[in-house]
């Protein structure tokens, strides 16, 4: 079976973890400040704050901005119900908007429309790993006072205008699960340049305790002289994911590369498909975490069969959130109703062998050929 995605791992990873045990310690310490510096490098960003996991790292971010009760969210529908989840988490209200139907990133001038006197937040998605328009954002944030926090679990590695994401909104939240760009087998973090926030932060994702003396080096002789200051939750990263991090760290350039060299194949062989439509997406600038393609002429079911009755996976990313039970509305989102019976993630990791994206690309052309 040739997976729609997975993790790469081996003996780099064993190695930090077996330091992770010898340590004595698993919880939150030094090896999550390590990691938290080494992001901050390869992202040269100001501050990091690791979490469990990106849907926390989002909840957590919502809860630092202050977003209240009541206040309103917007967020496209076509994304991962952790995005909703975050946000109704933060008894705010997610207010879903469109996307564009060619990048399936959220559409501005909907997000215009959705603006109200409640909105308090922004929360693009930087779909598959491609940056939203963060210019646009940053002008409706500086005319309007709304904070934007950025959904980059799909856009680790991924630059915009030369810069890499993480840093763009207020907060930029990541995710490590286990088939992300780099994984932690579960993890996430928060991005921000305001060290008033990254305190609130560090604070919320313990239980509201303050340790403002507690280094990482004495995190295993646990000191019961704390004060609790503020609502909090247990989001933190412990040492053993930030361990697997670590080593994934070192070879994300790796991955990144090797995603890129898959993805060029797939445009190469399917761009002149006509029953095939390929979103307009520049790898040399986005680290991609999913290769998505939209199958016209109402074909998409149909070809998800015949890659399964080649043992090849493929899914669809993602139920739009207003079709959800919980978060069903009755407003119209015309570019992700369409869309969303075309979109297609075809099979994308860096353990895919050629002779596996071959099998994928002469699969597809022989359905389409039909």
């Avoid at 062989?269 to 520049?282: G, R, T």
């Avoid at 199958?295 to 739009?320: A, C, G, N, Q, W």
């Amino acid at each position: 079976m040739i997976k729609i995605a997975r993790g790469s791992f081996g003996e780099e990873e064993l190695e930090e973890v077996r330091s992770a045990f010898d340590y004595g310690y698993l919880g939150l310490g030094h090896k999550v400040d390590e990691f938290e510096n080494e992001l901050k490098k390869f992202l040269n960003a100001n501050y990091v704050v690791a979490t469990n996991t990106g849907t926390s790292a989002l909840h957590l971010a919502l809860e630092a901005l202050e977003i209240k009760p009541g206040d309103e969210v917007i967020v496209p529908s076509l994304t991962f119900v952790a995005s909703f989840q975050a946000i109704s988490a933060a008894r705010a209200v997610p207010i879903p908007c469109d996307v564009y139907p060619d990048t399936l990133l959220m559409d501005m001038e909907a997000v215009n429309e959705k603006i109200s006197k409640r909105t308090r937040a922004i929360m693009p998605v930087h779909y598959g790993g491609n940056p939203c328009d963060m210019k646009t954002l940053l002008e409706i944030k500086k005319d309007r006072g709304i904070r934007i926090v950025e959904d980059a679990a799909h856009a680790f590695g991924s630059t915009y205008f030369g810069k890499k994401i993480g840093g763009f909104g207020d907060i930029t939240c990541f995710s490590f699960d286990s088939v992300k760009n780099i994984t932690c087998a579960e993890g996430g973090a928060i991005v921000c340049n305001e060290p008033d926030l990254v305190e609130k932060l560090k604070i919320k994702r313990l239980l509201g305790i303050d340790r403002k003396n507690q280094t990482s080096l004495s995190w295993k002789e646990r000191d019961w002289s704390y004060d609790v200051v503020d609502q909090g939750f247990r989001y933190h990263m412990s040492n053993l994911n930030a361990a697997i991090g670590l080593a994934q760290l070192k070879k994300a350039e790796t991955f990144i590369s090797r995603r890129r060299e898959i993805c060029a194949q797939y445009v190469s062989e399917l761009k002149n498909i006509s029953s095939v439509q390929l979103l307009p997406v520049d790898y040399s600038v986005v680290a991609p975490h999913i290769f998505v393609i939209l199958v016209l002429e109402d074909r998409r079911d149909k070809l998800m069969r015949f890659l399964k009755d080649r043992d090849i996976e493929s899914s669809v990313p993602y139920v739009p959130n207003h079709l959800h039970s919980f978060y069903k509305t009755n407003t119209s989102f015309p570019n992700t109703d369409k869309v969303f019976k075309e979109i297609l993630a075809l099979p994308l990791h860096t353990e895919l062998s050629d002779e596996d994206v071959w099998m994928v690309v002469n699969s597809v052309k022989e359905f389409c050929s039909k």
